[in-house]
């Protein structure tokens, strides 16, 4: 009688034990949304590429551990409007059970969306946004920046091209939360280094005409003109410079934030010879070729932008987290954990986190090919440099981060 009791207590205890970790994988699902440009500007460097890296990193994480809860992946379209963004935010947390919001290109929606994340103890991964003040003062215990922002960027792209004697600048800017930071951060590391900022001038986002504001930056006669934009705003202004005989005459186009969906549009004859910094590029180890095979033939033969790659990283990370926990149920405690581990995945290999929220890892500076360097279909960069995660990104303590600084 007493081995029954005993025996019975122990299965009272492991079926509570049970319900315990359902409950604690909030009812058994783990839910994971990705949030960003759908249909516009930014959907072809994010968009479904995004979602299908997302469920790809899901289907391998779950193939190499065990996984006994329902994973889902939804998404939704943030349209770059960061009303919009806040309402599918706050009803995903509130209603629809989302643990995790990843990718989230725009910076003005990224910042909203931050917040909302604090608020709700949720998680928010951000691959796509690029302004650093997100690990700067606007940091969260409930956000992590992953793939690059517009400090690398700056001192990536920027400092190359001073150093090859780009003295002088002038800025077309995209009016918005990212662009003003990309050109904050690019005219600092311009001057840092002898040069000179000649003047700026700011376009709606998302623009069509650039007549009027590269004939300004023509006018300027600066050396360099850049562009602190992204996406189809880089492509057109890009193509539109060309159409000026703007680099006939002398000048040079430096593309601040370039993805490969930018070069692909443009073509090796338009871009050729540009200078760009990407946190991950396809043909640079087996893994990474794999991934991009497989990206293309789900995708229309596109191939991933270092955006969607960060959000496989990322996702893969969470779920270690989630798991090494046991739970989903508290953000700022798997944000913890997520710091707390070294990151270590197929694509982005090893690297860390740190306690302002950034991903650490090395950083590339490319060249675009001339088309007869190119061996085929989206073979478009040579590796200038590999910048070392160490100099990739701004020194936590000039960031002004408030996690940094209670530490």
């Not at 190499?64 to 939804?74: S, W």
């Not at 709700?120 to 969260?140: I, P, Y």
């Not at 760009?276 to 990474?288: E, I, K, Q, R, V």
């Amino acid at each position: 009688m007493r081995l029954t009791s005993v025996l019975m207590a122990g299965l009272l205890s492991s079926l509570a034990a049970t319900t315990a970790m359902s409950a604690n994988f909030t009812d058994g699902v783990i839910k994971i949304g990705v949030l960003n440009d759908q249909s516009g500007t930014y959907s072809d460097l994010s968009g479904q590429g995004s979602v299908w890296a997302a469920k790809k990193a899901v289907e391998d994480y779950c193939k190499a551990n065990k996984c006994d809860e329902k994973i889902e992946v939804v998404f939704a379209d943030h349209q770059n409007k960061p009303d919009v963004g806040s309402s599918i935010a706050r009803r995903w947390y509130d209603v629809d059970g989302v643990d995790v919001i990843v990718d989230v290109p725009t910076s003005s929606v990224a910042f909203a969306v931050s917040d909302i994340t604090k608020e709700k103890n949720k998680v928010f991964l951000d691959s796509g946004a690029g302004a650093s003040e997100l690990t700067g003062k606007k940091c969260s215990p409930n956000f992590i920046h992953w793939t690059y922002d517009t400090w690398a960027l700056a001192n990536g792209t920027g400092s190359a091209i001073v150093k090859e004697g780009g003295k002088t600048w002038f800025f077309i800017t995209a009016d918005y939360a990212f662009g003003k930071a990309l050109e904050r951060d690019t005219a600092a590391a311009v001057k840092k280094l002898g040069g000179k900022v000649l003047g700026d001038v700011r376009h709606p986002f998302p623009a069509q005409d650039f007549s009027s504001f590269l004939l300004q930056a023509q006018g300027s006669g600066a050396k360099i003109i850049g562009l602190a934009n992204a996406g189809a705003d880089t492509i057109n202004a890009i193509k539109q410079a060309a159409e000026f005989g703007i680099v006939q005459g002398g000048q040079n186009l430096a593309g601040l934030l370039v993805f490969l969906t930018d070069i692909h549009a443009l073509g090796l004859k338009t871009a050729q010879g540009l200078l760009l910094t990407t946190a991950w590029y396809w043909d640079t180890s087996d893994a990474n070729r794999a991934f991009a095979k497989e990206f293309a033939a789900a995708n229309k033969g596109n191939y991933p932008t270092m955006v969607q790659a960060g959000v496989y990283s990322a996702v893969t990370h969470y779920l270690k987290a989630v798991h090494a926990l046991g739970s989903d149920a508290d953000g700022a405690k798997i944000v913890a954990k997520m710091k707390e581990m070294p990151t270590d995945d197929k694509l982005f290999g090893k690297g860390t986190i740190r306690p302002d929220g950034r991903k650490i890892h090395d950083m590339l500076l490319v060249e675009v090919k001339k088309p007869s360097e190119s061996k085929g279909a989206w073979d478009y960069y040579k590796i200038r440099t590999k910048i070392p995660a160490a100099e990739a990104f701004r020194p936590m303590s000039e960031g002004g981060c408030p996690l940094v600084n209670k530490s």
